[in-house]
């Protein structure tokens, strides 16, 4: 699977509304989501309860202009038409510095049964996870990081504190999951360092995985394994080299204000 450009029309806090008219221009913590809608029909039923979640929806520069359900924002015919969205990915290694993989569980909507990062998902529109200006919208993922990790992989917080979340940079990419379904996001890359404990949700969660380098380029070389497109993006441009510096010299890599276009 192959990511596409990001070529799409402007969208604005003006003309969003008018655009996507199921986007709130206040967030939410949540919007219902019927499961009888035609595009839910099928899937497992806590995946559709979690998209009444809320994404935070975007401009260009990563300036928050509304919120709209993980539903909205993930079918393929809005984000054609440039509707955009706040996420993060999580990279975390142990004391071998070995990176912990997961395998996204079958009953995912998008992306089912691919491997990826430790953790992938959205701050939500809530008090805590939103931020306009870099600083706050960093201290929201790292938040929101938290929560996910403790929902996806049982990561208790106090194994992952907020203040050893490292931002590095940002992400702005698009790539389809299926027909009906894709991404379009600005994604916060940050990395933790530490040794957890996990007890996996099944519902979310297929496998896990710790990989040195070396384990990581040989999955990649098994055609039999499928990686999530934001993983692969992140692998083949940046991602080896940050991990050779993650002990020493990190710190160059963090805190990258420019958005990096995919």
Known sequence: MSTTATQTQTITADNVIRLFPEVDNHLASFHRVGTTENDLQGYDEEQIRLMEEVCIVLDQNDMPIGSASKKV????????????????????????????????ASEKITFPDMWTNTCC???????????????????????????????????????????????????????????????????????????????????????????????????????????????????HSMLFEWWEHLDEGLEKYMGEKQIRRM
């Open 121 to 235: 998902s959205h701050p939500l529109g809530i008090p805590g996870e939103t931020g306009a200006d870099l600083e706050t919208a960093v201290q929201g993922v790292k938040r929101a990081a938290q929560r996910k990790l403790y929902h996806e992989l049982g990561i208790k917080a106090n194994q992952i504190p907020l203040e050893d979340f490292r931002f590095l940079t940002r992400i702005h990419y698009k790539a389809p999951s299926d027909g009906k379904w894709g991404e379009h996001e600005i994604d916060y890359i940050l990395f933790i360092k530490a040794n957890v404990d996990l007890e996996v949700n099944a519902n979310e969660v297929k496998d896990t995985r710790y990989v040195s380098e070396e384990d990581l380029k040989t999955m990649f070389k098994n055609d039999s394994l499928k990686f999530t497109p934001w993983f692969k993006l992140i692998c």
């Open 73 to 104: 924002c993930h079918l393929m015919k809005n984000i054609d038409d440039g509707l955009l969205h706040r996420a993060f990915s999580v990279f975390l290694y142990d004391s071998k510095n070995r990176l912990l993989l997961q395998q996204r």
